[in-house]
């Protein structure tokens, strides 16, 4: 781990047999783009979406094949970019398949067909006519191996009972690091911010940390991932697998005839160096230094609601009824709901609706939706119906839920030319400071606004600020 030089010992060992010294070799590094996958999970109550898996590495060939306003339905796609996961701006791909079949297999199995490769160059060696691979500042860059790591994720985290990352392990076993000086020198490697993922036979290194991430790799966010390279010749980054030392990876092989570096704390390692992106990299993959990406920038709005009640349905859903305090948006599949029981402010988990609402289809006036999400884990400990006194009487029970209740943000993408009145721009922008109650009511957000106040615009992913017109 990058996020910094030192770091605790010990570490997960998954699927280690006593006796095995199975050794696994690096075989390849590639890049590509970082998204979360998600499938159809079909059961004798319907079909619903669920997450398959979270941080694949996919090719630039993969292509949004329903955009924004198609009528194409879930037959006549393979692979549907559905929104970001608001919490990290990770794009969720679609594949309207069951999961369990070969169709969702071999598209899955698919996506990391047209990876790039990069080079094995060491410092130094690159030329004009011998030039380092490029690779764009927010990529995802894929170690793969010939065998089984015998590592789970615990190997460079510790996690809480909720999942966070609290501290991290083994942090000089894989490091991405930024060359500064001559790199066989001390002080020629600086460690750069990056989350490790953990799969089977391969290691994903993402430099890009958004939402909760940096705060819990103990760094800051870092939404434009590595640096610039300052030309367009030499490598400004490397990888570096420690093969020594007591924090390396106990199976990586120890190979004779591999390219042979030191990282960050001066251990012999595995290594690769390339360049990262500039702002003179443009080609087909390449925009500005930064992965060319085809999907259109969103606006994403935070509209605040209150939870009425939750309903476990199995050991993957949940039903739960949002009360809209008068707002007007319909809500669909892919939007998120985000939980806040206190005053906080800190989500008590987020879950996506996996099925399109029936109560306010076509309908975004309607003011109590029952809607099936993604299972959290304890939500059913915050039901507001668990609380002595919670009103029977529809006309008692709203003022009381806006009173008592947790909130209940839906964080949904803005669809403009849409039906008539489905979703209202006044959710999809927000004032700081915000409107203040007049009369003891929260007005609309355009309303009663601070003539100091700021405008805030949320997106779907990070954008280059350098690229905004203040009048787009």
């Given at each position: 781990?990058?996020?910094c030089?030192g770091?605790?010992?010990?570490?997960g060992?998954a699927?280690?047999?006593?006796?095995?010294?199975?050794?696994?070799?690096?075989?390849?590094?590639?890049?590509?783009?970082?998204?979360?996958?998600?499938?159809?999970?079909?059961?004798q109550?319907?079909?619903?979406?669920a997450?398959?898996r979270s941080?694949?590495?996919?090719?630039?060939?993969?292509?949004?094949?329903?955009?924004?306003?198609?009528?194409l339905?879930?037959?006549?796609?393979?692979?549907?970019?559905d929104?970001?996961?608001?919490?990290t701006?990770?794009?969720?791909?679609?594949i309207?398949?069951?999961?369990?079949?070969?169709a969702?297999?071999?598209a899955f199995?698919?996506?990391?067909?047209?990876?790039?490769e990069?080079?094995?160059?060491?410092?130094?060696q690159g030329?004009?006519?011998?030039?380092?691979?490029?690779?764009?500042r927010n990529g995802?860059?894929?170690?793969?191996?010939?065998?089984?790591?015998?590592?789970?994720?615990?190997?460079?985290?510790?996690?809480n009972?909720?999942g966070?990352?609290?501290?991290?392990?083994?942090?000089?076993?894989?490091?991405?690091?930024?060359i500064?000086?001559?790199?066989?020198?001390p002080?020629?490697?600086?460690?750069l911010?990056?989350?490790?993922?953990?799969?089977?036979?391969a290691?994903?290194?993402?430099?890009?940390?958004l939402?909760?991430?940096?705060?819990?790799?103990?760094?800051?966010?870092n939404?434009?991932?590595m640096p610039?390279?300052?030309?367009?010749?030499?490598?400004?980054?490397?990888?570096?697998i420690?093969?020594?030392?007591?924090?390396?990876?106990?199976r990586v092989a120890?190979e004779?005839n591999?390219?042979?570096?030191?990282?960050?704390?001066?251990?012999?390692s595995?290594?690769?160096?390339?360049?990262?992106?500039?702002?003179?990299?443009?080609?087909?993959?390449?925009a500005?230094?930064?992965?060319?990406?085809p999907l259109?920038?969103?606006?994403?709005?935070?509209?605040?609601?209150?939870?009425?009640?939750?309903?476990n349905?199995?050991?993957?859903?949940?039903?739960?009824?949002?009360?809209?305090?008068?707002?007007?948006?319909?809500?669909?599949r892919?939007?998120?709901i985000?939980?806040v029981?206190?005053?906080?402010?800190?989500?008590?988990?987020?879950?996506?609706v996996v099925?399109d609402?029936?109560?306010?289809?076509?309908?975004?006036?309607?003011?109590?939706?029952?809607l099936?999400?993604?299972?959290?884990?304890g939500?059913?400990?915050?039901?507001?119906?668990?609380?002595?006194?919670y009103?029977?009487?529809?006309?008692e029970?709203?003022?009381?839920?806006?009173?008592?209740?947790?909130?209940?943000?839906?964080?949904a993408?803005?669809?403009?030319?849409?039906?008539?009145?489905r979703?209202?721009?006044?959710?999809?922008?927000?004032?700081?400071?915000?409107?203040?109650?007049v009369?003891?009511?929260?007005?609309?957000?355009?309303?009663f606004?601070?003539?100091?106040?700021?405008?805030?615009v949320?997106?779907?992913?990070?954008?280059?600020?350098?690229?905004?017109k203040?009048a787009?």
């Amino acid at each position: 781990m990058a996020a910094c030089s030192g770091g605790g010992g010990g570490g997960g060992v998954a699927g280690a047999q006593p006796g095995d010294t199975t050794q696994a070799k690096l075989q390849r590094i590639e890049y590509g783009r970082l998204v979360d996958v998600y499938g159809l999970q079909v059961t004798q109550d319907g079909a619903s979406i669920a997450l398959y898996r979270s941080d694949v590495v996919i090719g630039n060939n993969i292509e949004d094949q329903r955009p924004t306003g198609s009528t194409l339905s879930d037959e006549e796609v393979l692979y549907d970019f559905d929104g970001a996961d608001p919490d990290t701006l990770q794009p969720r791909l679609f594949i309207p398949r069951d999961m369990t079949g070969s169709a969702f297999r071999a598209a899955f199995d698919a996506l990391d067909d047209q990876l790039r490769e990069v080079s094995p160059m060491l410092f130094g060696q690159g030329s004009a006519s011998l030039p380092f691979s490029v690779v764009p500042r927010n990529g995802a860059i894929k170690l793969s191996f010939s065998a089984p790591l015998g590592i789970d994720d615990s190997f460079f985290v510790s996690r809480n009972s909720q999942g966070q990352v609290t501290g991290l392990r083994n942090t000089e076993a894989v490091q991405l690091l930024k060359i500064v000086a001559d790199p066989t020198q001390p002080s020629g490697l600086v460690p750069l911010p990056v989350r490790v993922v953990v799969e089977e036979r391969a290691l994903v290194l993402d430099p890009v940390l958004l939402g909760t991430e940096g705060l819990q790799y103990q760094t800051v966010n870092n939404a434009a991932g590595m640096p610039s390279s300052p030309d367009q010749i030499g490598a400004n980054i490397r990888v570096a697998i420690a093969i020594d030392g007591p924090l390396a990876i106990p199976r990586v092989a120890l190979e004779t005839n591999g390219l042979r570096g030191l990282n960050n704390s001066g251990r012999n390692s595995l290594v690769r160096d390339f360049r990262s992106g500039n702002q003179d990299d443009s080609s087909s993959d390449l925009a500005r230094g930064f992965s060319r990406d085809p999907l259109p920038l969103r606006i994403i709005g935070e509209i605040p609601m209150f939870l009425e009640n939750v309903r476990n349905l199995d050991s993957n859903t949940q039903e739960v009824t949002v009360y809209k305090n008068g707002i007007s948006h319909e809500i669909d599949r892919g939007d998120v709901i985000r939980f806040v029981a206190d005053s906080s402010g800190v989500p008590f988990g987020s879950a996506g609706v996996v099925v399109d609402p029936e109560d306010d289809f076509n309908a975004p006036t309607t003011q109590h939706v029952r809607l099936k999400i993604r299972r959290i884990a304890g939500l059913e400990n915050i039901n507001p119906r668990n609380i002595p006194g919670y009103p029977e009487l529809l006309s008692e029970r709203e003022p009381w839920l806006v009173a008592n209740a947790p909130r209940a943000i839906c964080v949904a993408e803005f669809a403009a030319g849409a039906a008539a009145g489905r979703d209202d721009p006044r959710n999809f922008l927000a004032f700081s400071p915000t409107p203040l109650v007049v009369g003891g009511v929260q007005p609309a957000p355009n309303e009663f606004v601070s003539p100091f106040a700021s405008a805030i615009v949320r997106f779907t992913k990070p954008i280059d600020i350098e690229t905004v017109k203040w009048a787009d």
